[in-house]
């Protein structure tokens, strides 16, 4: 069922339906609360998509404990990286935003797969390219993902 769901979100955002329609796809994976959606999500967002609607699927997949939610995060990294970059560094800005978060996230890299670490690297690079202001929130990353 969750499947048909998630099949379904991806049907209207490769149609590229609006932000409504996306919102309407959503709810009911989002209202399951089923935490094995959270990867699947992250890994729908692109850059070609109406951005309203891929807020949307960004406050769906955040609706976890940070615990799950980083441990989704993390085995999407790879694939969210390659899929859409941008987004892959919104997400991940938004982690460090939250101390939280973030120390969730430096606690689940130390023992994370290579791949995951290295585009944890890369997207912390990015970002810190982008705005050197984030260098203080990257640096706990970047030590944790080596």
């Not at 955040?62 to 990294?77: G, P, R, T």
């Not at 892959?88 to 939250?98: E, H």
């Not at 997207?123 to 929130?137: G, H, S, V, Y």
Request: aromatic share 4%; glycine share 2%; proline share 4%.
């Amino acid at each position: 069922m969750i499947e048909d769901r998630l099949n379904h979100l991806r049907r209207v955002i490769a149609d590229g339906q609006t932000a409504l329609a996306v919102d309407a796809a959503l709810d009911p994976i989002a209202s399951a609360a089923n935490p094995e959606t959270i990867k699947p999500l992250l890994l729908m967002l692109n850059d070609d998509s109406d951005d309203d609607g891929m807020w949307s699927i960004v406050h769906a997949a955040e609706q976890f404990d940070d615990h799950v939610y980083i441990s989704s995060f993390v085995a999407a990294l790879p694939f969210l990286n390659i899929a859409s970059a941008r987004w892959a560094s919104i997400v991940m800005m938004r982690v460090l935003n939250s101390d939280a978060a973030k120390s969730e996230l430096v606690r689940q890299l130390r023992s994370a797969p290579e791949d995951a670490r290295k585009v944890a690297t890369i997207i912390c690079e990015r970002i810190n390219t982008a705005d050197p202001r984030f260098l203080a929130k990257t640096t706990a990353i970047l030590i944790a993902a080596k």
